[in-house]
């Protein structure tokens, strides 16, 4: 870890008026989720409105997407685009099933940003859109902060970590989101002063810090990884096959989501325990 993390962590927000504002935000979410109850009771989801989406008539943005968009916006900023709400209202069963994917607690944060939302013209690619609804309905569980670019993940940790670990390239989305993410918040955790931080004020703190670089900014090395050696590709086959297991696992409903991450968690810091885990979870698997 980076020495200088440290110092910029305890020059942080000196007068407090950033945490003020975050405490606003999370008493804000807390708002959003009584008024969409769709974690606690996922029947609910059926009580959405299309006009909560996008009103046709007046081409103006629902109050469901009003509160993710603006109201919410001091914990993860995300563009208005009219024509995307449109579309999700058209389309509006489909978003009602990812809505049911968002918030099932067997699923892992992998298989969340992984739901098939492409199916929705303007929800593909990097998914932000996705990424702030999954974590306005799964904060609480303390393992996916506000941070929706994949790019900006990776930035984070090349600037805060020493040697920062990277999934391998051929993981979907989801995979390397949850792995990225698994990462920034092993960072938060150890540290005394960031580990009691809400998730959205550690968040703020790395984009004040550490502001990732413009796209267009092709100068800047943010991150630049080198073609693996044979070790670390037969450790990244390795990992990827853990993987697949733990998703077979969970597919079949013999795992958890909590077990999915504490197995990730055993596997990444305990390798000389890797072969009875995994020979423990084909057991399993196989019952």
């Not at 769709?38 to 943005?61: V, Y």
């Not at 699923?107 to 974590?135: N, Y």
Request: proline fraction near 6%; charged fraction near 30%; include cysteine.
């Amino acid at each position: 870890m980076k020495e200088s993390l440290l110092e910029k962590v305890r020059a942080f927000d000196k007068n407090g008026v950033i945490k003020v504002e975050i405490d606003s935000a999370m008493k804000l979410l807390k708002d959003f989720r009584a008024r969409y109850p769709f974690a606690e009771n996922p029947e609910s989801i059926e009580t959405l409105n299309p006009n909560d989406i996008f009103i046709p008539q007046s081409k103006e943005i629902g109050e469901f997407f009003r509160w993710l968009v603006y109201y919410l916006k001091p914990i993860g900023h995300l563009r208005s685009y009219p024509n995307i709400f449109g579309q999700i209202r058209n389309q509006f069963e489909d978003f009602k099933e990812l809505l049911a994917v968002t918030v099932d607690r067997k699923k892992s944060l992998a298989q969340k940003v992984d739901a098939q939302w492409e199916q929705i013209r303007g929800l593909g690619r990097d998914k932000h859109i996705a990424k702030k609804i999954i974590f306005c309905f799964n904060y609480e569980h303390g393992d996916v902060l506000p941070i929706f670019s994949t790019d900006h993940l990776q930035h984070f940790l090349t600037e805060i970590v020493d040697k920062p670990s990277f999934p391998a390239q051929y993981v979907s989305l989801g995979e390397t989101y949850e792995f990225l993410m698994s990462e920034l918040l092993g960072v938060k955790e150890s540290l005394p002063e960031t580990h009691p931080w809400e998730l959205p004020y550690f968040s703020r703190f790395l984009y004040d810090n550490y502001p990732p670089p413009l796209k267009n900014d092709h100068s800047n090395e943010t991150i630049r990884r080198t073609q693996p050696d044979s070790e670390t590709q037969n450790e990244q086959i390795h990992s990827r096959e853990f993987a697949e297991l733990l998703n077979e696992l969970q597919r079949k409903e013999k795992i958890s989501g909590e077990e999915y991450r504490d197995y990730g968690k055993v596997w990444r810091e305990q390798p000389q325990s890797r072969e009875s885990l995994v020979e423990r979870l084909k057991i399993l698997l196989s019952k």
